[in-house]
T-cell receptor
């Protein structure tokens, strides 16, 4: 149990376009999901906390207008990178917790912006 | 401010060895300490977790040792195997904060055959 999926697993886009990444909890409901960004050989950086039915909470320094988060249901959160640029290229990972504290992570989405 | 410090940055052991990864935290409000294993191009996978009311927890070949007074915790991997080669992250959270995790910097472990 406690499986989190992401789609797509990788995406290549042109500079200036928008990309949507989906995060789904497959066998549990998640009122809260988290979005992370990870650069090569670095740790995970929390971008925002996604709350079902309300606005996401963004970490300091994360542009909320650039990284749009929508938590449409108890099993789905989406991250849209708007007007993507090469510096947005990164590994994006979501997580969710079916129980208090225990977070389960998705497989990640590799974004490459040309 | 980095609230969870992890060491070493990288670690190489021989098969069968016992790698030890250490983490130290600053915030005494932390009450949940998980360890994650991450392979290249994959998301982190939960290995084992501990709460401050116990000093040690063992699951299979993985053991967490916890020292509340020193604000330190460590991961021991018994009888390490080449398949354990991965990056390991410690983390900490406060239950009442909605499970927001603070991660260590990560340790790249290589187990040679």
């Amino acid at each position: 149990g406690a499986v989190v999926s992401q789609h797509p697993s990788w995406v290549i886009c042109k500079s200036g376009t928008s990309v949507k990444i989906e995060c789904r909890s497959l066998d549990f409901q998640a009122t809260t999901m988290f979005w992370y960004r990870q650069f090569p050989k670095q740790s995970l950086m929390l971008m925002a906390t996604s709350n079902e039915g309300s606005k996401a909470t963004y970490e300091q320094g994360v542009e909320k207008d650039k990284f749009l988060i929508n938590h449409a249901s108890l099993t789905l959160s989406t991250l849209t990178v708007t007007s993507a640029h090469p510096e947005d290229s990164s590994f994006y990972i979501c997580s969710a917790n079916p129980f208090t504290d225990t977070q389960y992570f998705g497989p990640g989405t590799r974004l490459t912006v040309l | 401010q980095q609230q969870v410090k992890q060491s070493p940055q990288s670690l190489i052991v021989q098969k069968g060895g016992i790698p030890i990864i250490n983490c130290a935290y600053e915030n005494t409000a932390f009450d949940y300490f998980p360890w994650y294993q991450q392979f290249p191009g994959k998301g982190p996978a939960l290995l084992i977790a501990i709460r401050p009311d116990v000093s040690e927890k063992k699951e299979g070949r993985f053991t967490i040792s916890f020292n509340k007074s020193a604000k330190q915790f460590s991961l021991h991997i018994m009888d390490s195997q080449p398949g354990d080669s991965a990056t390991y992250f410690c983390a900490a959270s406060i239950e009442t904060s909605g499970s927001r995790l603070t991660f260590g910097e990560g340790t790249q472990l290589t187990v040679n055959p």
